[in-house]
């Protein structure tokens, strides 16, 4: 019985709070703001605006900006890049090629130099060591380090012989010929004298 009543009493009270659906069209939405524009024209619902997303849309166009003004900055930089890298390019191609060329003229150089050096050597070994001297006194210390190196011992002691008897100063300078010519070594390589 008691269910009963309950159930009678469900039923009774649910048909008093029904009520039928009541749909509402899109055009009867009132936006927050105003339902109606200045000519009395309802709003659009998805016409609504808000400060919030004006400015959420006015940093996003900032921001867009800001990438395109970024793009084009890098876009400018990779072609000045490229530009810089062609002409590195070309400047390091040229460099090689000067470096080639003057390897070829210094192996050229140097060969003729040892020739030269030779004949010298045979040239100076007929003359008499005050001739020789009396050139001697026109050349540097290198250059006559590089002949003397070409000579044989006799024919060096003779001319150094020579040199040191001429006065104080010529002693000097053939102390200093013996001893770079002590400090210098021959290139097994080439055959040349290295530097002293």
Do not use: C
Request: proline letters at 4%; aromatic letters at 6%; a neutral charge.
């Amino acid at each position: 019985m008691a269910s009963l009543i309950g159930a009678v009493t469900y039923l009774g009270t649910m048909m008093l709070l029904w009520k039928q659906p009541h749909f509402v069209r899109a055009d009867e939405v009132a936006a927050p703001e105003a339902a109606e524009d200045s000519r009395g024209t309802p709003k659009a619902s998805w016409n609504f605006r808000s400060g919030e997303a004006d400015q959420l849309i006015i940093e996003l166009r900032k921001e867009r900006e800001s990438q395109t003004l970024r793009e084009k900055e890098l876009n400018e930089l990779a072609q000045r890049l490229e530009a810089e890298r062609q002409e590195f390019s070309g400047v390091t191609q040229r460099m090689h090629r000067l470096q080639v060329e003057f390897d070829k003229n210094f192996i050229f150089v140097k060969t003729n130099e040892i020739s030269n050096l030779k004949k010298l050597a045979k040239t100076y070994a007929v003359m008499s060591p005050d001739g020789i001297n009396a050139i001697f006194k026109n050349l540097g210390d290198e250059q006559v380090v590089k002949v003397l190196m070409f000579l044989n011992d006799g024919e060096r002691a003779a001319i150094l012989d020579a040199l040191a008897k001429l006065g104080e100063d010529d002693a000097r300078r053939a102390a200093r010929l013996v001893e770079r010519f002590r400090l210098a070594a021959i290139d097994p390589r080439e055959g040349t004298p290295a530097k002293p």
